[in-house]
């Protein structure tokens, strides 16, 4: 069912779909369960469950009260959920006794950021899998897919590895083809992903500035629409960085409008989280409501201390437009600091052509990165003079004469060199050669607790999953703390949320705005995607000084039916699949 260019399908007809889905599931899986009784408990009399999870408190990811009950697992699929009891005496390969301890369905991540680790990394994601996360959705700006010759072109052509990876994944059906190289590279936790906007611009334009239209358009669309069919969740945007910043309102609404018929979602980190933060979401909206899309927006916040008053005024907006029957909803981490590139200080046009570090060295191009950010002459945000210098933390220099500046302020580097922060940014970011993880400290506690009581949140980290064993760089705790930072602190102590939906912004509400219909609750039928947690003890550890310490708390994770995480420690199992939008279409090979 369709609606018109400018309105949004309703959430009740996604509800409707999403229960028929679920019944159908359900009765398949009916179908092949020996027998069953009362709430699905098995005959004991019928093939052996491979794991049963007992006397738990059933968290199912819906929002509903808890109960007590037991889980049955045979192969990859949820089979039974029963009573507490229930499954007592029935066969089972592994049994795990779950009493005074929650059973909830597996996290999904609506802002995963280990691309990189799934393709070539080790694909434990340990940092996450022991936060219960099982599923991470990427695509905020950037995927490995799709990519044409314009895009690789401005690869830099020292860059051979990373031009031999890139043209994997040339050709229509590339994003198919990069979803399906992480999971034969071997990843612990599910994996899907939104189409990233700035990999589009970068597919047509390069990383030229100006308007994309004609022909660079309708490649664009045409991109869009194939990897929709490979299984893309919507767009993904970042319209603070480059070249996502260069296109327009108008650009991103006609590639969502090609993404439409295929059910797709636009989700948006926004182009002013700050002094322009009403006006970014009104532009959010309203590529929403032209495009014919549902919206979603990355890591909603107001940032900056001169725009914490912004929140109310914030949350009325995406409440107005609901009202109006628009599906605008978004997502959070549970921290008052961001992080992302050192070189997000400065203005777009510092990035131009993909000559970042070339215009930095230029004495002329610096002249007038320093004009721009005087005085500017179009809006842009600097996240260093929004943090103040005070306010950015330095996470890791690689050079020999930065090294000795990684986890410290800006303003501490600048003061020892002399310089003031625009000239150290510069300096450090030309030294580099690369751009830096810095942590940006932004955002008010108060806000925090505001937004996550808000109905329509869910919860995404914004984050890789690390290995503390073999990282030693700074990262944002996030990495490690997001979800029992919010089971912890502000479920179990402030009791800001209730666990139901503590638990529900973390899976089932993921699940119903992608449309994933056989992940996100506890049903019978449902992928074995399931975290074992104790809700008295969960807590995060992970600083920002300190960043590489595991969460505790979270017991037993499954994927597909594997266990992940046993008794707090990673199995070493990688039993990830690929987790695809609702028009995926076979483009050859059978789906994982």
């Given at each position: ?366 002249a007038k990165i320093r004009a721009e950010v005087a005085h500017p002459t179009s809006y842009w945000e600097s996240l260093c003079e929004l943090a103040t210098p005070d306010g950015v933390l330095i996470a890791a220099l690689r050079t020999p004469e930065n090294a000795r500046w ?139 000084e300190q960043p590489h310490q595991l969460s505790t708390g979270v017991r037993h994770v499954f994927v597909n039916g594997v266990e992940v995480i046993r008794d707090g420690r990673h199995t070493g199992a990688k039993p990830g699949r690929i987790v695809r939008g609702p028009a ?9």
């Open positions: 069912m369709r609606l018109s260019s400018d309105s949004f399908v309703p959430v009740r007809v996604t509800l409707v779909y999403r229960a028929l889905a679920i019944a159908l599931i359900a009765a398949s899986a009916a179908c092949a369960t020996a027998s069953s009784t009362g709430r699905g408990a098995a005959s004991t009399t019928g093939a052996p469950y491979d794991v049963v999870i007992e006397n738990g408190k059933i968290v199912d990811g819906s929002g509903n009260a808890w109960f007590y009950g037991d889980v049955g697992i045979r192969g990859d699929r949820i089979v039974t959920i029963s009573r507490r009891g229930e499954l007592g005496k029935v066969a089972a390969q592994r049994r795990i006794d779950a009493n005074g301890l929650v059973v909830a369905p597996g996290f999904i991540d609506i802002q995963g950021q280990s691309g990189g680790q799934f393709l070539n990394g080790d694909g434990r994601d340990v940092g996450k899998l022991t936060q219960g996360v099982t599923t991470e959705i990427l695509g905020e700006a950037y995927t490995a897919a799709p990519v044409s010759d314009i895009s690789i072109a401005d690869i830099p052509a020292d860059r051979t590895a990373q031009i031999a990876s890139a043209k994997r994944f040339l050709g229509p059906h590339g994003f198919d083809a990069w979803l399906r190289a992480m999971q034969a590279h071997g990843i612990s936790a599910n994996v899907g992903s939104f189409v990233g906007a700035s990999t589009l611009r970068e597919y047509a334009m390069g990383m030229h500035m100006g308007v994309a239209a004609g022909p660079a358009l309708d490649s664009m669309r045409t991109a869009m629409r194939n990897a929709m069919e490979d299984g893309a969740f919507g767009l993904g945007s970042a319209l603070i960085y480059p070249p996502g910043n260069y296109a327009n309102t108008e650009e991103l609404i006609e590639i969502a409008k090609a993404m439409a018929p295929y059910g797709g979602v636009y989700i948006t980190h926004m182009r002013s989280e700050a002094d322009q933060l009403l006006e970014a979401m009104d532009e959010a909206i309203r590529i929403g409501r032209e495009g014919g899309v549902p919206v979603e927006i990355y890591h909603l916040k107001a940032a900056g201390k001169r725009n914490w008053s912004k929140a109310p005024a914030m949350i009325a907006k995406i409440d107005s437009a609901r009202a109006a029957g628009l599906d605008v909803q978004a997502n959070m981490y549970p921290f008052t600091a961001g992080g992302t590139g050192l070189a997000a200080c400065l203005p777009p046009s510092a990035s131009a052509d993909g000559k970042l570090f070339e215009n930095l060295a230029d004495p002329a191009m610096r990684s986890g410290h302020r800006l303003a501490e580097i600048s003061a020892a060199a002399g310089k003031d922060w625009l000239e150290t940014v510069m300096n450090l970011l030309v030294s580099e050669k690369r751009d830096i993880g810095t942590l940006y400290f932004l955002m008010s506690e108060d806000n925090v607790r505001l937004q996550l009581k808000q109905p329509w949140m869910k919860i995404g980290t914004d984050a890789t999953g690390p290995d503390p064993d073999s990282v030693k760089s700074l990262v944002h705790p996030r990495s490690y703390a997001t979800y029992p930072k919010i089971l912890g602190l502000y479920v179990r102590e402030e009791r800001i949320i209730p666990l139901e939906d503590a638990v529900r912004k973390m899976s089932g509400a993921v699940a119903d705005r992608l449309l994933i219909h056989d992940r996100g609750l506890l049903r019978p039928g449902m992928y074995a995607d399931v975290v074992v947690f104790d809700a008295a003890t969960i807590k995060d550890h992970s600083t920002y995926w279409r076979d483009s050859g090979a059978a789906q994982p």
